[in-house]
Protein backbone atom coordinates (compact mmCIF):
# COMPACT_ATOMS: atom_id res chain seq x y z
CA UNK A 1 0.00 0.00 0.00
CA UNK A 2 3.04 2.23 0.85
CA UNK A 3 4.65 2.02 -2.49
CA UNK A 4 1.36 2.70 -4.74
CA UNK A 5 0.83 5.50 -2.57
CA UNK A 6 4.63 6.79 -2.69
CA UNK A 7 4.21 6.35 -6.30
CA UNK A 8 1.13 8.45 -7.04
CA UNK A 9 2.80 11.20 -4.93
CA UNK A 10 5.85 11.54 -7.13
CA UNK A 11 3.28 11.50 -10.24
CA UNK A 12 1.90 14.69 -8.33
CA UNK A 13 4.46 16.82 -8.52
CA UNK A 14 4.27 16.59 -12.37
CA UNK A 15 1.38 19.30 -12.87
CA UNK A 16 0.68 22.81 -13.55
CA UNK A 17 1.78 22.99 -17.38
CA UNK A 18 0.59 21.44 -20.63
CA UNK A 19 1.24 18.43 -22.28
CA UNK A 20 1.60 16.87 -18.68
CA UNK A 21 -0.04 14.04 -17.52
CA UNK A 22 -2.81 14.14 -14.48
CA UNK A 23 -1.25 13.97 -11.18
CA UNK A 24 -3.28 11.18 -9.68
CA UNK A 25 -1.90 8.05 -11.30
CA UNK A 26 -1.48 4.02 -9.72
CA UNK A 27 1.68 2.18 -10.57
CA UNK A 28 1.79 -1.46 -10.70
CA UNK A 29 5.30 -2.08 -8.58
CA UNK A 30 7.60 -3.40 -10.98
CA UNK A 31 5.99 -2.45 -14.32
CA UNK A 32 6.60 1.27 -14.55
CA UNK A 33 9.58 3.39 -13.88
CA UNK A 34 8.33 5.73 -10.71
CA UNK A 35 7.66 8.66 -12.82
CA UNK A 36 6.47 7.16 -16.08
CA UNK A 37 3.28 9.26 -16.68
CA UNK A 38 0.16 6.95 -16.16
CA UNK A 39 -2.72 8.71 -16.28
CA UNK A 40 -5.86 8.22 -14.07
CA UNK A 41 -8.85 11.13 -14.59
CA UNK A 42 -8.30 13.17 -11.25
CA UNK A 43 -7.08 16.50 -11.09
CA UNK A 44 -4.71 17.25 -8.19
CA UNK A 45 -2.82 20.08 -6.78
CA UNK A 46 0.59 19.08 -5.18
CA UNK A 47 2.45 20.84 -3.00
CA UNK A 48 6.00 20.54 -1.30
CA UNK A 49 6.10 21.42 2.45
CA UNK A 50 9.43 22.41 4.48
CA UNK A 51 9.20 22.05 8.35
CA UNK A 52 12.08 22.93 10.59
CA UNK A 53 11.95 23.64 14.23
CA UNK A 54 13.41 27.11 15.59
CA UNK A 55 16.80 26.03 15.11
CA UNK A 56 16.09 25.46 11.19
CA UNK A 57 16.87 21.50 11.80
CA UNK A 58 14.29 19.59 9.95
CA UNK A 59 11.36 17.71 11.42
CA UNK A 60 10.58 14.88 9.64
CA UNK A 61 8.03 12.81 12.03
CA UNK A 62 4.97 14.55 11.22
CA UNK A 63 1.72 12.57 9.89
CA UNK A 64 -0.73 13.40 7.41
CA UNK A 65 -2.94 15.12 10.86
CA UNK A 66 -0.65 17.06 11.40
CA UNK A 67 -0.95 19.72 8.41
CA UNK A 68 -3.97 21.78 6.96
CA UNK A 69 -3.67 23.65 3.98
CA UNK A 70 -5.76 26.54 2.57
CA UNK A 71 -6.81 27.45 -0.98
CA UNK A 72 -7.89 31.10 -0.96
CA UNK A 73 -8.28 30.85 2.57
CA UNK A 74 -10.74 27.99 2.90
CA UNK A 75 -9.51 24.47 4.39
CA UNK A 76 -9.05 21.75 1.84
CA UNK A 77 -9.22 17.85 2.20
CA UNK A 78 -5.85 16.31 1.98
CA UNK A 79 -6.11 13.86 -0.69
CA UNK A 80 -2.58 12.10 -0.70
CA UNK A 81 0.16 12.89 1.62
CA UNK A 82 3.56 11.14 1.48
CA UNK A 83 6.60 11.89 3.65
CA UNK A 84 9.18 9.87 2.07
CA UNK A 85 11.55 10.60 -0.56
CA UNK A 86 10.61 11.36 -3.98
CA UNK A 87 13.27 11.46 -6.97
CA UNK A 88 14.01 15.22 -8.01
CA UNK A 89 14.37 17.05 -11.38
CA UNK A 90 17.11 19.51 -10.81
CA UNK A 91 18.50 22.24 -13.09
CA UNK A 92 22.00 23.71 -12.03
CA UNK A 93 22.04 27.36 -12.79
CA UNK A 94 26.10 28.11 -12.46
CA UNK A 95 27.39 31.86 -12.64
CA UNK A 96 30.53 32.37 -14.67
CA UNK A 97 30.85 36.05 -14.34
CA UNK A 98 33.63 37.40 -14.49
CA UNK A 99 33.86 38.24 -10.70
CA UNK A 100 33.78 34.81 -9.43
CA UNK A 101 36.57 33.71 -12.32
CA UNK A 102 38.94 33.16 -8.88
CA UNK A 103 36.18 30.75 -7.60
CA UNK A 104 35.40 28.64 -10.71
CA UNK A 105 37.06 25.64 -9.33
CA UNK A 106 35.11 25.43 -5.69
CA UNK A 107 31.95 26.41 -7.30
CA UNK A 108 32.88 23.20 -9.53
CA UNK A 109 33.68 21.35 -6.49
CA UNK A 110 30.72 22.17 -4.64
CA UNK A 111 28.28 21.36 -7.94
CA UNK A 112 30.51 18.02 -8.15
CA UNK A 113 28.76 17.22 -4.49
CA UNK A 114 25.46 17.53 -5.18
CA UNK A 115 25.79 15.48 -8.16
CA UNK A 116 27.96 12.68 -5.95
CA UNK A 117 24.57 13.18 -3.73
CA UNK A 118 21.98 12.35 -6.32
CA UNK A 119 20.34 8.81 -5.68
CA UNK A 120 19.59 6.50 -9.13
CA UNK A 121 16.44 7.81 -9.54
CA UNK A 122 17.14 11.58 -9.68
CA UNK A 123 18.15 13.41 -13.28
CA UNK A 124 19.70 16.68 -13.60
CA UNK A 125 21.04 18.89 -16.35
CA UNK A 126 23.89 21.39 -15.69
CA UNK A 127 23.62 25.00 -17.19
CA UNK A 128 26.20 28.16 -17.06
CA UNK A 129 25.48 31.19 -17.83
CA UNK A 130 27.71 34.54 -19.18
CA UNK A 131 27.73 35.50 -22.64
CA UNK A 132 25.31 32.76 -23.50
CA UNK A 133 23.35 30.68 -21.38
CA UNK A 134 24.19 26.87 -21.81
CA UNK A 135 22.61 23.79 -20.22
CA UNK A 136 23.95 20.50 -21.00
CA UNK A 137 23.36 17.37 -22.10
CA UNK A 138 20.18 18.27 -24.09
CA UNK A 139 18.07 15.28 -21.98
CA UNK A 140 18.10 14.95 -18.64
CA UNK A 141 20.49 12.13 -17.42
CA UNK A 142 21.02 10.11 -13.55
CA UNK A 143 24.55 9.41 -15.12
CA UNK A 144 26.80 11.41 -12.20
CA UNK A 145 29.75 10.37 -14.35
CA UNK A 146 28.29 12.28 -17.56
CA UNK A 147 27.53 15.08 -15.58
CA UNK A 148 31.24 15.62 -13.96
CA UNK A 149 32.41 15.38 -16.83
CA UNK A 150 30.08 18.56 -17.91
CA UNK A 151 31.12 20.19 -15.16
CA UNK A 152 34.91 19.89 -16.06
CA UNK A 153 34.93 20.71 -19.27
CA UNK A 154 31.88 22.09 -20.66
CA UNK A 155 31.15 25.28 -18.67
CA UNK A 156 31.56 28.70 -20.33
CA UNK A 157 34.34 31.52 -20.05
CA UNK A 158 33.45 34.29 -18.01
CA UNK A 159 31.73 36.97 -19.20
CA UNK A 160 28.48 39.10 -18.07
CA UNK A 161 25.45 37.91 -15.60
CA UNK A 162 22.19 37.29 -17.15
CA UNK A 163 20.71 35.99 -13.88
CA UNK A 164 16.86 36.00 -14.65
CA UNK A 165 17.26 34.98 -18.01
CA UNK A 166 19.00 31.91 -17.02
CA UNK A 167 16.91 31.09 -14.88
CA UNK A 168 14.14 31.68 -17.11
CA UNK A 169 15.88 28.94 -19.43
CA UNK A 170 15.96 26.68 -15.81
CA UNK A 171 12.52 26.39 -15.61
CA UNK A 172 11.69 26.14 -19.42
CA UNK A 173 13.62 23.09 -19.46
CA UNK A 174 11.67 21.57 -16.72
CA UNK A 175 8.31 21.86 -18.65
CA UNK A 176 8.17 18.50 -20.24
CA UNK A 177 9.56 16.84 -16.95
CA UNK A 178 7.13 14.86 -14.48
CA UNK A 179 7.88 14.64 -10.63
CA UNK A 180 9.80 17.56 -8.26
CA UNK A 181 11.30 20.05 -10.62
CA UNK A 182 13.82 22.48 -9.16
CA UNK A 183 16.13 25.20 -10.49
CA UNK A 184 18.85 25.75 -8.29
CA UNK A 185 20.70 28.60 -9.56
CA UNK A 186 24.72 30.31 -8.04
CA UNK A 187 25.24 33.62 -8.56
CA UNK A 188 27.50 36.38 -6.72
CA UNK A 189 26.39 39.22 -8.66
CA UNK A 190 23.23 40.79 -9.76
CA UNK A 191 21.26 40.85 -13.06
CA UNK A 192 23.27 42.43 -15.27
CA UNK A 193 22.83 40.97 -18.93
CA UNK A 194 25.08 43.51 -20.74
CA UNK A 195 24.02 42.59 -23.98
CA UNK A 196 21.39 45.38 -25.20
CA UNK A 197 18.04 43.29 -25.73
CA UNK A 198 15.00 44.26 -25.27
CA UNK A 199 13.72 40.78 -24.37
CA UNK A 200 15.85 40.05 -21.51
CA UNK A 201 13.64 38.70 -18.22
CA UNK A 202 12.57 40.34 -15.29
CA UNK A 203 12.69 38.70 -11.62
CA UNK A 204 9.22 39.78 -12.03
CA UNK A 205 9.02 37.59 -15.30
CA UNK A 206 10.90 35.41 -14.02
CA UNK A 207 8.64 34.49 -10.92
CA UNK A 208 5.39 34.27 -12.69
CA UNK A 209 6.90 31.63 -14.53
CA UNK A 210 8.10 29.34 -11.86
CA UNK A 211 5.15 30.34 -9.85
CA UNK A 212 2.78 29.19 -13.02
CA UNK A 213 4.65 25.80 -13.66
CA UNK A 214 5.08 25.05 -9.85
CA UNK A 215 8.86 24.94 -10.21
CA UNK A 216 10.81 25.33 -6.94
CA UNK A 217 14.17 28.10 -6.91
CA UNK A 218 16.50 27.55 -4.55
CA UNK A 219 19.55 30.09 -4.78
CA UNK A 220 22.94 30.04 -3.64
CA UNK A 221 24.58 33.74 -3.42
CA UNK A 222 28.31 35.04 -2.68
CA UNK A 223 28.47 38.09 -1.28
CA UNK A 224 32.12 39.33 -1.03
CA UNK A 225 33.21 42.95 0.46
CA UNK A 226 35.72 45.08 -1.41
CA UNK A 227 38.35 48.26 0.60
CA UNK A 228 41.14 50.28 -0.22
CA UNK A 229 43.72 51.20 2.33
CA UNK A 230 44.71 54.65 3.66
CA UNK A 231 47.02 56.41 6.48
CA UNK A 232 46.36 54.91 9.61
CA UNK A 233 44.82 57.85 12.08
CA UNK A 234 45.47 60.56 8.72
CA UNK A 235 49.37 61.02 9.97
CA UNK A 236 52.18 60.79 7.36
CA UNK A 237 54.26 57.42 8.66
CA UNK A 238 51.76 56.17 11.07
CA UNK A 239 51.16 53.09 8.25
CA UNK A 240 48.31 52.28 5.96
CA UNK A 241 45.38 50.72 7.48
CA UNK A 242 42.24 48.54 5.38
CA UNK A 243 39.13 50.41 5.00
CA UNK A 244 35.68 48.55 3.63
CA UNK A 245 34.60 50.62 0.69
CA UNK A 246 31.42 48.59 -0.23
CA UNK A 247 30.17 45.19 0.14
CA UNK A 248 29.10 43.58 -2.83
CA UNK A 249 26.33 41.09 -2.21
CA UNK A 250 24.04 39.10 -4.72
CA UNK A 251 20.67 40.47 -6.62
CA UNK A 252 18.55 40.87 -3.96
CA UNK A 253 15.33 39.07 -6.03
CA UNK A 254 16.78 35.77 -4.89
CA UNK A 255 15.20 35.03 -1.74
CA UNK A 256 12.28 36.67 -2.86
CA UNK A 257 11.58 34.12 -5.80
CA UNK A 258 13.46 31.37 -3.57
CA UNK A 259 10.71 32.15 -0.88
CA UNK A 260 7.31 32.51 -3.22
CA UNK A 261 7.95 29.02 -4.69
CA UNK A 262 8.68 26.91 -1.86
CA UNK A 263 12.06 26.78 -2.40
CA UNK A 264 15.26 28.07 0.08
CA UNK A 265 18.03 30.30 -0.18
CA UNK A 266 21.27 30.40 1.09
CA UNK A 267 23.90 33.45 1.65
CA UNK A 268 27.45 32.55 1.79
CA UNK A 269 30.33 34.97 2.92
CA UNK A 270 33.38 32.57 2.17
CA UNK A 271 33.58 30.35 -0.90
CA UNK A 272 34.97 27.80 1.09
CA UNK A 273 31.12 26.82 2.04
CA UNK A 274 29.90 26.16 -0.85
CA UNK A 275 30.40 22.48 -0.68
CA UNK A 276 28.89 22.03 2.28
CA UNK A 277 25.54 24.78 1.24
CA UNK A 278 25.23 22.73 -2.24
CA UNK A 279 24.57 19.31 0.00
CA UNK A 280 22.28 20.96 2.50
CA UNK A 281 19.99 21.71 -0.82
CA UNK A 282 20.38 17.56 -1.22
CA UNK A 283 19.51 17.37 2.71
CA UNK A 284 16.99 19.70 2.43
CA UNK A 285 14.97 18.05 -0.72
CA UNK A 286 15.29 14.88 0.24
CA UNK A 287 13.37 15.67 3.14
CA UNK A 288 10.06 17.10 2.25
CA UNK A 289 6.33 16.29 2.66
CA UNK A 290 4.35 15.56 0.01
CA UNK A 291 0.61 16.88 -0.18
CA UNK A 292 -2.15 16.83 -2.71
CA UNK A 293 -6.07 18.30 -2.41
CA UNK A 294 -8.14 18.55 -5.29
CA UNK A 295 -8.96 22.21 -6.06
CA UNK A 296 -12.85 23.03 -6.11
CA UNK A 297 -12.92 25.32 -9.07
CA UNK A 298 -10.81 25.61 -11.89
CA UNK A 299 -11.07 29.42 -12.81
CA UNK A 300 -7.99 29.95 -14.43
CA UNK A 301 -6.60 32.09 -11.86
CA UNK A 302 -3.77 32.52 -9.19
CA UNK A 303 -4.41 31.21 -6.14
CA UNK A 304 -3.33 31.51 -2.59
CA UNK A 305 -2.06 28.61 -0.72
CA UNK A 306 -1.27 28.19 2.73
CA UNK A 307 0.26 25.23 4.80
CA UNK A 308 0.35 25.12 8.70
CA UNK A 309 1.70 22.93 10.64
CA UNK A 310 -0.17 21.73 14.28
CA UNK A 311 3.32 21.27 15.94
CA UNK A 312 4.21 23.86 18.71
CA UNK A 313 7.28 26.11 17.15
CA UNK A 314 7.05 24.65 13.91
CA UNK A 315 7.90 26.44 10.59
CA UNK A 316 6.62 25.59 7.32
CA UNK A 317 7.98 26.57 4.31
CA UNK A 318 6.09 25.49 1.07
CA UNK A 319 4.90 27.50 -2.36
CA UNK A 320 2.52 30.53 -1.79
CA UNK A 321 0.34 30.22 -4.70
CA UNK A 322 -0.81 28.01 -7.67
CA UNK A 323 -3.07 28.45 -11.35
CA UNK A 324 -6.17 26.67 -11.35
CA UNK A 325 -6.16 26.27 -14.91
CA UNK A 326 -7.76 23.14 -16.99
CA UNK A 327 -5.21 22.04 -18.06
CA UNK A 328 -3.81 20.70 -15.45
Known amino acids: MRIAVLLAAVMLLGIGGPGRPDPLSAVPPGTRD ?49 SGVQPITVVMMLDRSGSMQGNFGLVRSAAEHFVGRMSPADKARIGSFADRIQVDPREFTSSQRDLIEILRTQLQEA ?78 GGGMRPVILEQSRPDPGLPKIAQSTGGNYFELTNA ?57
Open 34 to 82: AQDPFRSGARSVAVYATVTDGTGLPIIDLARDDFEIFDNGKRQVITLFE
Open 159 to 236: GPTPLWNAVNVGITSLLRQNGRRVVLVFTDGIDLPMNGSPRNVSLKEAMKHAEREDVMVYAIGLASSRGFARPRGGRR
Open 272 to 328: SDLSATFSRVVDELRRQYAIAFTPELLDGKTHKLEVRVRRPGAIVRTRRSYVAKADR
